[in-house]
């Protein structure tokens, strides 16, 4: 029986394998261009091709690819086979250091905001070496970033890996002025807790809107949901548990760190979380881990939804993301230690991260904002669209003793008493988590919960690690020339702490009253829909950031606005016209021909009793009758709607348009086929309703 150390990242190109198939002075130079920057000899390249190529081959590959991550949110590769013709009539099978280092693909229908015109089609891929290669199937997946022939990054990598870099540059200075000058860099780290939903094959098969879209947009509520917390770290199904079972291993060959497995609260959502890693190697492999659920889902006959809100009145999905900051020896610079009061280091860096998130919370909201992610967020089961952040009674209490100057007397360690003599006893944690909290401290990190269970995790931390990277710019621009540090330092903490407390909440988020506390006397921003969100990327304070920390210059800012948006407006409109359709060809005949049956049954009745009130057919009739000519009118009203974009000037109008109108014509519509549903005999309804869906895992 295999074991899983036994085939854990048996299908990556990892430090393991270099060792093995790389000279010691390839390895060591290979090992410098990961770890701090050195640029990349082409001798080297060549070398870990043909390493690379050889071991690819005995695994059974015949082809390699740049596995790239463009402005589609998924992800792109064109596959070439290592074959090339020999003398003989044969062929050998050959990679070079140029092949691994670049590629060419057309660029031209990929989004790009405007960065290049559309006769320039030309992209180049260029090697990631920070992120392993790995086989996928018979191919070589390289990592790469993707740009255009201009220069601009087309992709998600190329500035994620430029925050790291503008992270890293900004903590080594702080470093440095805590007298530490061993550490060689500074890496962000992250783990992504995935929630998905999983139905069968069957059903979506049968739901235009699913296929179309990733989610349902028609669905009355069914007669159970998640009332009773039942599902929630229920016992897994069993067709689940074998789903998960062969996900597992699929990841663990790629080696991902899947961790923990369980059922969510909604009926069929669950939940996969890794151990954190490598803030690039985590996107990288969350990617992959999303790609992975659909293919095994497939093999169990079952579909694996991923969109934010795939079901009405039910929790939806989000990603987790976990952040913390460490260097290269493992120290974590966002851990408390015990006595937290004391530890200056800590206390800098919690505040640079309390500055970053309040100085920037728009871009942190930005980075999330998609038509899926609008559905969820504010919801019960997700954070408000207001950034506010939770740091728990402990470092309250530090904070509140440095602000004022009073002793701190630390938290008290309470042991906790369960009344059985055989349970074990252990300390209560100095802090509770709170879970309905947009940005919260959890011991070690921070818990980014916003982010969309669809969305690449590379825009939040992109945004994140810029954000933190100006705080600790500014503290060590003022720190380094100071004559009296620990003065100048514990007033910069204390100042902080002041000027930005209010971005700290340590209540109930999901209560009315807070949102009225936080935008009217907070001063927080409430930025509620994608549109309201996206214009603010290009507000000067965030150009300005961005450019000054090369993450993105002003072109590639201004890209992500028309991207984003742009996406935003296809994704609305391709769900308005299934609706559309859906009421037209699927709902309105199906509520009409159950009317004119019941009508007919009526009649018959009379016939054999002459006078027969036949009370409950010509009152159902009626009822569907009308909602008929309802489905009929508000189709008319949204198609009028969606029509009415054709006119938007660009496409800042368009997005209000439908974030103004066509939403709620959607609305509209699906509360009068909703309506019916229930009304409707099973038979004639054209597709399977949401308690089938959501029980119909076995």
């Given at each position: 029986m295999k074991t899983v150390p036994s085939y854990f990242g048996s299908l990556v190109f990892d430090d393991r394998v270099m060792k093995a198939n790389l000279s010691a002075d390839v390895y060591r130079s290979l090992r410098k261009t990961i770890d701090v920057g050195k640029p990349l000899d082409l001798g080297v390249a060549n070398a870990v091709a043909e390493a690379m190529k050889a071991w690819a081959v005995e695994q059974g590959a015949t082809h390699f690819t740049h596995w790239f991550q463009p402005l589609t949110g998924i992800t792109a590769e064109k596959h070439d086979s290592f074959i090339s013709p020999s003398p003989d009539g044969g062929v050998i099978m050959e990679f070079s250091g140029k092949e691994l280092i670049k590629g060419e693909p057309d660029a031209s229908s990929f989004p790009s905001g405007g960065l290049r015109a559309t006769f320039e089609a030309r992209g180049y891929t260029a090697w990631d070496p920070t992120s392993y290669a790995f086989i996928k199937g018979k191919t070589l997946c390289i990592p790469t970033a993707f740009c255009s022939y201009g220069g601009h990054a087309l992709d998600k990598k190329t500035p994620l890996l430029r925050s790291m870099e503008a992270l890293n540059k900004q903590a080594l200075r702080i470093l440095r002025l805590f007298g530490n000058t061993k550490a060689k860099y500074i890496r962000s780290s992250v783990g992504p807790e995935q929630e998905y939903f999983l139905i069968t094959k069957e059903m979506y098969d049968q739901r235009p809107d699913l296929r179309f879209t990733g989610r349902t947009l028609f669905g009355a509520k069914p007669p159970k949901g998640q009332e009773l917390d039942d599902h929630y770290f229920g016992v897994i199904k069993p067709r689940v548990a074998a789903f998960m079972e062969e996900l597992n291993e699929e990841l663990w060959k790629l080696g991902i760190l899947a961790k923990t497995e369980h059922n969510e609260v909604a009926p069929a959502q669950h939940e996969l979380a890794p151990i954190y890693t490598t803030t690039n190697i985590a996107v990288d492999q969350n990617q992959l881990t999303m790609e992975i659920m659909q293919k095994v889902a497939s093999k169990?006959?079952?579909?694996?939804?991923?969109?934010?809100?795939?079901?009405?009145?039910?929790?939806?999905?989000?990603?987790?993301?976990?952040?913390?900051?460490?260097?290269?020896?493992?120290?974590?610079?966002?851990?408390?230690?015990?006595?937290?009061?004391?530890?200056?280091?800590?206390?800098?860096?919690?505040?640079?991260?309390?500055?970053?998130?309040?100085?920037?919370?728009?871009?942190?909201?930005?980075?999330?904002?998609?038509?899926?992610?609008?559905?969820?967020?504010?919801?019960?089961?997700?954070?408000?669209?207001?950034?506010?952040?939770?740091l728990g009674d402990e470092l309250n209490g530090v904070l509140e003793a440095i602000e004022t100057d009073a002793p701190y007397q630390g938290a008290e360690k309470i042991q906790m008493k369960l009344g059985v003599d055989v349970l074990p006893k252990f300390n209560r944690d100095t802090t509770d988590r709170n879970r309905t909290s947009p940005f919260a401290f959890t011991g070690n990190k921070f818990e980014f919960r916003m982010v969309g269970s669809s969305d690449s995790i590379a825009c939040a931390n992109i945004m994140l690690n810029s954000a933190v990277a100006e705080s600790l710019k500014i503290y060590a621009d003022r720190l380094e020339g100071s004559a009296d540090f620990e003065s100048d330092l514990h007033e910069m903490i204390r100042k902080t702490i002041r000027d930005h407390k209010h971005i700290i909440f340590n209540g109930n988020g999901y209560d009315d009253s807070w949102i009225e506390e936080a935008t009217e006397k907070r001063g927080l921003m409430n930025l509620r829909t994608t549109p309201d969100a996206i214009p603010h990327i290009l507000d000067k304070k965030n150009v300005d950031m961005l450019t000054s920390h090369g993450v993105f210059t002003e072109a590639e800012i201004r890209s992500r606005y028309e991207i984003t948006l742009e996406n935003y407006c296809k994704t609305v409109t391709i769900e308005a016209n299934t609706m559309a359709d859906m009421a037209r060809t699927l709902i309105a005949p199906a509520v009409e021909a159950f009317a004119a049956d019941t009508a007919q049954s009526a009649l018959r009745k009379q016939k054999l009793v002459d006078g027969l009130a036949c009370g409950y057919e010509t009152k159902l009739v009626a009822k569907l009758s009308a909602l008929t000519d309802g489905i009929d009118e508000a189709a008319d009203a949204l198609e009028q709607s969606i029509a009415a974009l054709a006119g938007a000037k660009d496409i800042g109008e368009e997005s209000a348009m439908i974030r103004d109108d066509l939403l709620d014509k959607m609305a509209a519509l699906r509360k009068v086929c909703d309506e019916a549903e229930p009304l409707t005999a099973k038979k004639y309804w054209p597709y399977p309703s949401y308690a089938d869906l959501l029980f119909g895992v076995k």
């Open positions: 169990h006959g079952l579909v694996c939804l991923l969109h934010e809100k795939p079901f009405a009145g039910v929790n939806g999905s989000g990603k987790h993301n976990n952040w913390s900051i460490a260097t290269d020896a493992g120290q974590n610079l966002l851990s408390p230690g015990e006595t937290p009061y004391e530890n200056a280091q800590f206390l800098l860096f919690l505040c640079a991260v309390i500055k970053a998130v309040d100085d920037y919370q728009d871009l942190l909201r930005i980075s999330v904002a998609t038509a899926g992610n609008d559905h969820r967020l504010g919801a019960n089961e997700a954070p408000p669209a207001v950034i506010s952040m939770f």
